[in-house]
């Protein structure tokens, strides 16, 4: 962890995380605007966020852009605090709710939400995890199940209780590398009448029994009461996802309330 607080020492890359933060996929162009070094020595400072995986990079066109990758914050204060003050762990790692006051002068082409971490298992044992709806209560947000139509085309519910709160369809599935699905939230009147948005997990290998896995979420249609709500649910279910790939053992979060 030594490469995440090295990187959040220096004031400038705490300005561009806090910029990320504020609007999600920006370019370099944008990032050094006002800044109190050249051009190259903002890219310098992007280069240690991003050895440091506080931020991810994807081409959209011809432009590079930049998200915010709260996992690493998460895996501290998980380390660190949860264990002591397991409900504001999350309040703490609100850095994952990059979609808060977001102004989407962007192209909807442009991924809204994207995350990485590296796990210590292989993609097919996360893969197992991933693809089994009898384990997607030990890492889902709010300890969720769900009922999987594993095919092209097939249905995809995630309940808690009896009643769904979010459905899809699987668009594609590529073990164990590539799983893509739709994703409608139905917990609250103002999500539910949004377009379906796009789940896409790639899991690559790295190294022996090592893997990467990507989560990126998109294509909603616009700046959206779906797109601002789910930045804080994924860090979560992450966290516990790898969690539980390297140790087999659940990492239960109470929900809000219990």
């Not at 959209?60 to 204060?77: F, I, M, S, T």
């Not at 092209?152 to 009896?162: N, Y």
């Not at 103002?190 to 990126?216: F, H, M, Q």
């Amino acid at each position: 962890m030594d490469d995440i607080f090295d990187a959040l020492a220096h004031p400038i890359r705490r300005g561009i995380l806090d910029r990320l933060r504020q609007r999600d996929g920006q370019t370099l162009s944008e990032l050094e605007r006002d800044q109190p070094v050249t051009r190259f020595g903002v890219m310098k400072h992007l280069g240690v966020l991003e050895g440091a995986h506080l931020i991810v990079t994807r081409k959209v066109g011809r432009e590079k852009l930049h998200y915010l990758n709260p996992l690493p914050l998460q895996d501290v204060a998980d380390r660190w605090i949860s264990r002591f003050a397991a409900p504001f762990a999350r309040t703490l790692s609100d850095l994952a709710s990059v979609a808060e006051g977001r102004n989407d002068k962007m192209s909807n082409a442009a991924p809204k939400h994207v995350w990485e971490t590296y796990i210590r298992a292989t993609p097919d044992a996360v893969w197992a995890i991933l693809t089994d709806d009898e384990k997607t209560p030990l890492w889902q947000h709010f300890n969720m199940t769900s009922r999987t139509e594993w095919r092209k085309d097939g249905a995809i519910t995630f309940f808690v209780g009896d009643t769904p709160m979010i459905v899809g369809k699987v668009l594609e599935i590529e073990p164990p590398h590539r799983f893509v699905h739709s994703f409608s939230a139905q917990w609250s009147p103002d999500v539910a009448v949004d377009p379906a948005s796009r789940v896409t997990w790639s899991l690559e290998p790295v190294g022996e029994g090592a893997c990467k896995l990507i989560l990126t979420h998109d294509d909603f249609g616009g700046d959206t009461a779906t797109s601002r709500a789910v930045g804080g649910g994924w860090p979560e279910a992450l966290s516990r996802l790898k969690t539980l790939a390297e140790t087999g053992e659940p990492f239960y979060i109470a929900a809000p309330g219990r």
